[in-house]
């Protein structure tokens, strides 16, 4: 009568499921990964090396490296003056040259674009403002142009994209289509990842902006080491993005996250709390104030009161606690839906410094069960580029580490290159 | 300058980690598991169908199972009386029997206990009532005598059991000890792992019982086809537990769903408001409300409105839709921070039936950005043990089919059996 086991998925599943059949492509595609991947993160090396390194025969690695030399993914290098006698033993290294990634931060006033290398490496970056109130295909084709011109200066032909990503505000639904979106105007209903998609022949991601900062944060900021981490996106409104084991949890319609949608857990309309409650701050902004005294009248004035907060101001810190005190219902939230590790704020209101954040300290830990650590952003206003950047690597390595099946057909053609270079 | 590329975790790491050495050993282990999952999952089979389903050469699978009878995990059973000439073909099946898995549900007032074998069969189970005020020493005393009651009943040797699971109200952190409690006097503070472990030779696990009832719900309830799953336990306080990508989301100190603890959502006390609202319900409470009503005084009352809504009283009712308006805000909160793909609700308060749930559903929707399915939990007062169970036979699967290093050692020695029993 009782219906029988349902086994909850294992990674022991995939790896049993898809290789129980002893079969030998397989294998072959397990070494190329695993070379690959060795050569990426562990550095160039000799054939014996790496041999060792990967657990491999000399000749098993010899045929896996002409394979991946064909695939225009390994390169030889010039050998090393050899200390003894003989010749000096050949050397490969990974191309990190061999693709590229971008991404690309669109919000009601920017875009942003990172482009890197197969490493993760920068090689280019551009950024330009958009009107606030242009229509969506005007603010796509403001898009497109400032691609074109960040390509342009990088020196990165197209065709060397081997994916794309990009953060808006709002939900982004499976599809890539913005679901939900306060703070682009029209931006609701927009296929961004259907637009973007007929300017690229890779893979284009749409992702919202919080979950790119969490990315970012784990990639190169604040939460390296942690699996479990919950991403506060300050801004206009406050966002947030969570990291469960190590991925972003998006949510069955991406809308994870969006607990600020709850008025009485403090996270909307944040810049407006700041600005009312405490008039204009003294001054001029910080230089670092710069890009957020761009985007707008609200965050202009927010940010004059960050900056006076920064300067220890008395009326400006009171203002800054009583938003992290109104925000702090909305950040405990998270933190007690998920218990996070890590808390990571960042987002505009961050951009000035500690206040903000260690006042969230003083109001949200009384409100947790588990001592968390609340940490600021040091990521600045890249934090979603990086982590637009970010999405596009991981879908890349998916498809050069991946062994259920063959290359994927976006490889390029095998390329030559002269060794020593 | 910039560090080096950060990879993600990925399933694909895994397996070209362990594998990639093309060891020898690993891929018997891997035939070995993915035979004994097809004997499990797909029912008994001759050697060359199982041959054929698993994608083995007869010889290879000859071998395997020569390997599984000798751990006590198979059996021939009788042949089919064969259809042609010779002698009809020896048939293998999955001993389900080789071992159990043992859940226990700990509250304030009762424990509840089920055993059943490899398959999830249910073989046993007891249930007896627990003194409220009981010092802690005392309830554990008790529990284990429940258990040897249970075992005794189902006749069953302690050593066969592979993994125990335990659940109880509050948060338990990762080494087994419950670290907040309000729902069990004395209770927080107790090494409930440790203490259990003492009386088993098996792993014993520890859990927070809305947690257990995610897992169940999972299995054999509501949520069978769902991956990201926010589970409500309604009770004297309502606690959340969630599945996310088909797992449990523990938190990093075990008290993710515990949005209880922030008094603006509603969900403390929810008894309380039930019958404070309403007032004394009339007349007895129904057959099904036996358990709850035996629970205490609180929930007794609470039983009697809930029992008057289920006849559709309307001050029952009423009271029924501002407990659910004032809860709405908590499951809200979850909804928004997850984005689960299904809100299931469970315990003592949707133990009489349908009218909290359609409450709920009227109230959470308007909150939410995404149309979450809202549904009643079927399982009853069983949820919690089931969820027990299930996380314990987990435990056991993670032993007999993991591929990464030989049989854990706790498998009984061979066993034999007559064929054909």
């Known amino acids: 009568m009782v219906p029988p086991v349902r086994r909850s998925p294992s990674r022991d599943d ?37 041999a060792r390194r990967v657990g491999l025969s000399r000749p098993t690695t010899e045929g896996v490296l002409g394979d991946l030399i064909g695939r225009g993914l390994v390169a030889e290098v010039a050998p090393r003056p050899g200390s003894g006698l003989g010749r000096p033993a050949r050397r490969y290294r990974f191309r990190a040259e061999a693709g590229h990634a971008l991404g690309v931060e669109i919000d009601a006033h920017h875009v942003r674009l990172l482009v890197t290398d197969l490493s993760g490496e920068a090689v280019g970056g551009h950024r330009a403002s958009l009107d606030t109130h242009a229509r969506p295909d005007a603010r796509i084709s403001a898009v497109r142009a400032a691609v074109k011109a960040c390509l342009a200066e ?30 682009v105007p029209g931006w609701e209903g927009v296929a961004l990842g259907r637009e973007l998609g007929r300017s690229f022949a890779c893979p284009v991601l749409v992702e919202n902006d919080a979950n790119l900062a969490a990315l970012a944060e784990r990639w190169r900021g604040a939460a390296r080491a942690a699996d479990d981490v919950v991403c506060v996106h300050a801004g206009l409104h406050t966002g947030a993005g969570a990291l469960i084991g190590g991925r972003l949890h998006r949510g069955r319609w991406g809308a994870a996250g969006e607990i600020g949608m709850l008025p009485e857990l403090g996270l909307r309309d944040t810049t407006v709390v700041l600005i009312s409650g ?14 957020l005294a761009s985007a707008g009248p609200a965050l202009e004035d927010a940010a004059r009161v960050l900056a006076a907060a920064g300067r220890r101001d008395p009326d400006a810190l009171r203002a800054v606690d009583r938003l992290a005190a109104r925000m702090s219902r909305g950040v405990a939230a998270m933190a007690l839906a998920l218990d996070p590790e890590m808390i990571v704020v960042g987002g505009p209101l961050v951009g000035a410094g500690a206040p903000l954040v260690e006042s969230l300290r003083r109001h949200v830990l009384p409100l ?30 998916e498809d050069l580490f991946r062994v259920d099946r063959a290359p994927a057909a976006t490889d390029p053609p095998a390329a030559t290159e002269p060794a020593g270079r």
């Open 14 to 50: 995939v790896s049993e499921r898809s290789l129980h059949g002893g079969d030998l492509s397989v294998l072959r595609r397990l070494n190329s990964a695993a070379t690959l991947r060795e050569l990426r993160d562990g550095g160039e090396s000799t054939l014996s090396g790496l």
């Open 154 to 183: 990088a020196g990165i032909d197209r065709r060397s994209l081997r994916a794309v990503a990009a953060g808006t505000p709002g939900v982004v639904g499976p599809d890539g289509t913005v679901t939900r979106c306060a703070a």
């Open 278 to 291: 405490a008039g204009p701050g003294p001054g001029a902004a910080g230089a670092e104030l710069a890009g």
């Open 368 to 397: 947790c069960l588990s001592p968390v650590r609340i940490e600021a952003s040091r990521l600045g206003d890249e934090a979603i580029g990086l982590g637009a950047v970010r999405l596009a690597l991981d879908r890349i390595d």
